[in-house]
């Protein structure tokens, strides 16, 4: 009977996309997650620079760059290519060189001024290209925040390049595109002694209970309406800038009146017929109109007709007179 002997290999997986990366990182640029923010630095051949995002993610729709280089450099089209890579290992930082990475962008660097690199990270988002189609190029590959940071680098794939090409720098542009859309909290905080009363809160007369939480908005001007039969209402405008979180906090004033009763511990006091407790002596909520207040000591009783105005204070006092005669 044969036998048969099979080897035993130790099987490593290891990506075949993965590839060695030695550039210097010159530059950590953090990127935030918001409209109208630019980034600038300069790098040189064999350099590289670490890309990082921060803020809200979520809003990011992708990031631009903008490679500017020098007529010295242009002399020189077709001698540079840039490189991105995503999946870094280690996590880059300023001075280290070696790393492991995915690249998911490579081109030559034209005869161009300029030239325009968009990294989508929104599916299907391709929108705010330059012009320019000649200098404009579009990252294929997926990106999404997780894969950040990305690293930025720019070699030579060109023999016979001056050693004077090696000390100029090119300039880079970084821009965020965010969505037109940002959060907004509505902080809102009761009175002492209103923490049963309820209120009712609109945005752009839609009704919403997310209080206290981020809300969805557009970005732009909106209106805010808390409406209550405790409080006053509010009424105000906000703004929610894109890509932001825009927190508001309002403080409710009490839209009824209270009424303190001072009289004698054995005193029975009813209000509008109904008979208080020793709790409901200080400060009583009570609405705007006419009410009916009645003292009772014993058989001494005193009944009194009051009008209560709107976000007014009253005390009450039980005051008994001594009368003196003189025969």
């Known amino acids: 009977m044969k036998k048969w002997l099979f080897p035993l290999f130790l099987i490593i997986l290891i990506p075949l996309y993965s590839e060695t990366i030695v550039s210097p990182v010159v530059t950590e640029i953090n990127i935030p997650v918001e ?11 064999e350099e590289s620079v670490s890309l990082n995002i921060t803020g809200n993610k979520e809003f990011l729709k992708s990031i631009d760059i ?24 280690p996590a880059p930082r300023k001075g280290l060189k070696n790393y492991s990475g995915i690249k998911i962008f490579s081109h030559i660097v034209p005869y161009r001024n ?3 690199i968009k990294i989508p990270l929104k599916s299907k988002e391709t929108g705010n290209l330059k012009a320019s189609l000649q200098s404009s190029y ?21 023999k016979g390049i001056p050693d004077t090409a090696f000390v100029k720098y ?3 542009l970084i821009t965020p595109e965010v969505e037109n859309r940002g959060f907004f909290v509505l902080n809102v905080k009761k009175p002492e002694g209103f923490k049963k009363e309820q209120y009712s809160v609109y945005i752009d007369g839609e009704r919403t209970d997310s209080v206290g939480k981020p809300i969805l908005l557009t970005a732009g001007i909106h209106e805010l309406l808390i409406k209550s039969n405790y409080f006053e209402n ?22 009824i009146s209270t009424i303190t009763f001072d009289a004698p511990e054995n005193a029975v006091i009813y209000f509008d017929g109904t008979k208080l407790t020793p709790n409901q002596l200080q400060n009583l909520h009570v609405k705007e109109g006419d009410h009916l207040i009645r003292m009772k000591i014993a058989d001494y009783s005193l009944t009194r007709k009051i009008t209560v105005n709107k ?11 001594i009368l003196v005669k003189e025969y």
């Open 114 to 116: 300029r030239i325009y």
């Open 170 to 172: 090119f300039s880079l």
């Open 138 to 158: 579009l990252v294929k590959q997926a990106v999404s925040a997780a894969d950040f940071p990305l690293l930025f680098t720019i070699e030579p794939i060109m």
């Open 311 to 321: 976000n007014k204070r009253y005390q009450i006092s039980l005051v008994f007179d």
């Open 66 to 89: 903008e490679l500017h280089q020098s007529n010295i450099l242009k002399k020189f089209a077709d001698s540079f290519v840039v490189y991105i890579y995503k999946g870094l290992n």
């Open 35 to 45: 409209s109208e923010i630019e980034k600038s630095t300069k790098v040189r051949l």
């Open 234 to 255: 509010v009424n105000s405008a906000f703004t929610v800038e894109a890509g932001k979180t825009n927190t508001m906090n309002i403080l409710l004033k009490q839209n």
